[in-house]
T-cell receptor
Framework: NAGVTQTPKFQVLKTGQSMTLQCAQDMNHEYMSWYRQDPGMGLRLIHYSVGAGITDQGEVPNGYNVSRSTTEDFPLRLLSAAPSQTSVYFC????????????FGDGTRLSIL | QKEVEQDPGPLSVPEGAIVSLNCTYSNSAFQYFMWYRQYSRKGPELLMYTYSSGNKEDGRFTAQVDKSSKYISLFIRDSQPSDSATYLCAMSANAGKSTFGDGTTLTVKP
């Protein structure tokens, strides 16, 4: 019963490097989202998707790209990492039926040096 | 001003105490109200999910929503050391994206 799986769990990057954070869910959920969580703060929405092929920006989208080619996967790409992107990143999914709440993965801790 | 304001804490209580966690919001479009519990180095775990005003009870947890005052609360009865965590309120107008409070860290001392 995997739920939402995020990889890697930890990553250290140098400024300017690019990388992709992976997110996969096995619940056949239509909706998927990416959030970042900074110390002492709640979660802020980066990008979200309401289905394969459909994505939209959240509150803090700059510096991040997403795509949704399958229902199961929703990768988050950092194009040119900056120290301000040091954070914990959470992926979430929810069913599109009946406005169900989101289920979260355990996060990716990312440090940009 | 943030759309969702959460009492910041931290909160420290003795085992067995009743805990009250609170959030206010400004967006009248919010219809769905959630409380998540987050242990250190883990993802948020859904505790309570409510729609519209009223109370919802689940074991030792009671969620209360007052849409007229734009105020939500989570009550924990007979608190246990295992309840020590950060509690996040969240609200949404539709599925797929939520707006979160900053979290309240609770410590329950044996």
């Amino acid at each position: 019963n995997a739920g939402v799986t995020q990889t890697p769990k930890f990553q250290v990057l140098k400024t300017g490097q690019s990388m992709t954070l992976q997110c996969a869910q096995d619940m056949n959920h239509e909706y998927m989202s990416w959030y970042r969580q900074d110390p002492g703060m709640g979660l802020r929405l980066i990008h979200y998707s309401v289905g394969a092929g459909i994505t939209d920006q959240g509150e803090v989208p700059n510096g991040y790209n997403v795509s949704r080619s399958t229902t199961e996967d929703f990768p988050l790409r950092l194009l040119s990492a900056a120290p301000s992107q040091t954070s914990v990143y959470f992926c979430a999914s929810s069913s599109g039926t009946g406005n169900q709440p989101q289920h979260f993965g355990d996060g990716t801790r990312l440090s940009i040096l | 001003q943030k759309e969702v304001e959460q009492d910041p804490g931290p909160l420290s209580v003795p085992e067995g105490a009743i805990v009250s966690l609170n959030c206010t919001y400004s967006n009248s479009a919010f219809q769905y109200f959630m409380w998540y519990r987050q242990y250190s180095r883990k993802g948020p775990e859904l505790l309570m999910y409510t729609y519209s005003s009223g109370n919802k009870e689940d074991g030792r947890f009671t969620a209360q929503v007052d849409k007229s005052s734009k105020y939500i609360s989570l009550f924990i009865r007979d608190s246990q050391p295992s309840d020590s965590a950060t509690y996040l309120c969240a609200m949404s107008a539709n599925a797929g994206k939520s707006t979160f409070g900053d979290g309240t860290t609770l410590t329950v001392k044996p």
